[in-house]
């Protein structure tokens, strides 16, 4: 874990997401907190790890969800040398499916 994000507010913020219950809450919360466009490049960066977990190229991402290479890049980086985030998530929604 990245020693610089560990702080009390961002122990903070990820209490007050831990409290959220449902979808519309999330969205209720999230249209708060992030503009717009923070919260759809969430998104698409999430769309973009599931797309690189399923083997798609990077030709195919870009075309599917408008991400820029580097953004590709950046989030295939984190998957390959990150915290495995998305794979503890992606196997959590694979379980709850």
């Known amino acids: 874990m990245n020693q610089k994000i560990k702080t009390a ?23 708060d907190l992030c503009t717009v466009n923070e919260l759809l490049s969430l998104s ?13 190229t990077y030709l195919e991402i870009a075309d599917k969800t408008g991400a820029s290479t580097a953004t590709i890049s950046r989030v295939n980086r984190s998957l390959n040398y990150g915290n495995d985030g998305y794979d503890m998530i992606f196997e959590r929604l694979k379980s709850n499916s």
Request: glycine share 0%; charged share 35%; proline share 0%.
């Open 9 to 31: 507010a961002v122990d903070r913020l990820f209490d007050a997401v831990l409290c959220l219950n449902t979808r519309e809450e999330c969205y209720n919360f999230f249209e």
């Open 44 to 56: 698409q960066r999430f769309e973009v790890a599931s797309m690189l977990k399923d083997k798609r």
